[in-house]
């Protein structure tokens, strides 16, 4: 009988009701003059939201966590309140930088004081501050989890042929969004310049770029994900932390990552399941206090869908498929935010095929118009995120839009 009710669902139903989000914001704090924070973190305590805030690597910075919700709207209300929330009990001298580029970093490293909270994660932060080069670690950024209900996965297990079980499932979907980060990044980079010390040696980023974090020079190793199965997955990252290319599976920064709510160990996918993927891909939206606005929640949700409704991708396929969308998501990561992208005719398509498939399952108006929206700034690119951005750039620097942004976004 639940099963037979599952079937009955519609995608617009799926859409709307049973497609599950859950966010994570990392910001840091500065103080008014746009330095990084070095005193102790805030006495969380004093607010109604403690569970939903946690400490990150660096002592300047906070992490926001939401439950997992189906309404975009309803999301973006939680992080916001969540986020002015912290930002009333910060020092009045201090601020929340609304970028995911650091502020201005001092060039002598030790002067960045790592958090000590939680205990369990001290050494391993240690030992990733001892690895890597410190500045791109203070990078911050917006992680969705996705994950859908169990009569909505009955239902599309039951209607696609290549589907056999639930995990099929999500590693479909994992494999599209590897394959397609780079439409995400031409959308919603925002990170077009870097302020002072974030590179360790003279070099300088002569002109804006849409995604300095989600290009070859952010944050991240080179082990790249095995999206074949679940198995090979987890293979894949328990290989490369037994030859210490990883310190533990936590340092694996792929794009997306396959999860088991309540689990960083990759070993129990494979007895417990994956319950939801965790896509990594995202700047932190500045025009917003949340980080991430209600469209670009409603845009994930609906190539989510979408992308579980296309044929299979042949496994023999996904390493090639795989580099080939590593160097396309570099490539408009570095573009200039107000040039056209050299794939934005793949981008323009890619949008109309969505548009088609919400007209073909009856989606409606308010999905179409999204789609529409997203495929005009293919076409315009001073409408994106970066391209917004670029506009307030003064001297290679966003201080004194930052400055102004973070007061304004906690108004």
């Not at 300088?204 to 849409?210: I, Q």
């Not at 070993?267 to 917003?288: K, M, S």
């Not at 399952?361 to 529409?372: A, F, N, T, Y």
Request: proline share 5%.
């Amino acid at each position: 009988m639940i099963l037979d009710l599952a079937i009955q669902l519609t995608n617009d139903q799926i859409l709307k009701r049973h497609m599950q989000l859950g966010v994570e914001l990392e910001k840091h704090r500065v103080d008014k003059q746009g330095n990084l924070s070095t005193t102790p973190f805030p006495d969380i305590n004093q607010c109604d939201v403690t569970n939903n805030i946690k400490r990150e690597f660096a002592v300047s910075q906070a992490e926001f966590v939401s439950p997992k919700m189906t309404t975009a709207s309803q999301l973006y209300d939680f992080m916001t309140d969540t986020v002015k929330k912290f930002n009333q009990v910060m020092s009045t001298d201090e601020i929340l930088w609304p970028f995911s580029m650091p502020p201005d970093l001092p060039a002598d490293r030790d002067q960045i004081p790592i958090s000590v909270e939680p205990k369990e994660s001290y050494q391993y932060r240690l030992e990733s501050k001892a690895r890597h080069e410190l500045g791109k670690a203070m990078n911050t950024g917006v992680h969705i989890n996705l994950s859908l209900t169990k009569p909505a996965m009955q239902k599309i297990v039951h209607q696609q042929p290549d589907l056999v079980t639930q995990q099929d499932l999500y590693v479909k979907m994992a494999q599209h969004f590897v394959l397609n980060r780079w439409v995400l990044t031409y959308l919603f980079g925002a990170s077009p310049v870097v302020e002072e010390n974030y590179f360790v040696d003279d070099r300088e980023m002569v002109r804006p770029v849409r995604s300095i974090r989600s290009s070859r020079f952010g944050f991240g190793n080179n082990v790249m994900g095995d999206y074949s199965s679940v198995k090979a997955y987890a293979k894949k990252i328990e290989a490369a932390v037994a030859t210490d290319k990883l310190i533990e599976p936590r340092e694996f920064y792929d794009s997306v990552r396959l999860k088991h709510a309540g689990s960083k160990d990759p070993a129990d996918l494979l007895t417990d399941g994956v319950t939801y993927i965790e896509l990594r891909t995202f700047d932190v939206n500045p025009f917003t206090a949340s980080g991430i606005s209600v469209e670009q929640l409603q845009l994930v949700q609906l190539l989510s869908l979408y992308f579980l409704n296309q044929p299979a991708l042949l496994t023999w396929q996904l390493p090639q498929l795989t580099q080939q969308a590593k160097r396309m998501n570099n490539h408009v990561a570095l573009e200039h935010p107000l040039a056209l992208s050299r794939y934005h005719r793949e981008g323009v398509e890619l949008l109309q095929d969505v548009e088609k498939f919400v007209d073909d399952q009856k989606l409606g108006d308010e999905s179409k118009r999204l789609v529409q929206c997203f495929k005009e700034q293919f076409k315009c690119p001073e409408l994106t995120l970066a391209g917004r951005l670029t506009k307030q750039v003064q001297d290679k620097s966003l201080l004194s839009f930052g400055l102004r942004q973070g007061e304004r976004l906690m108004s």
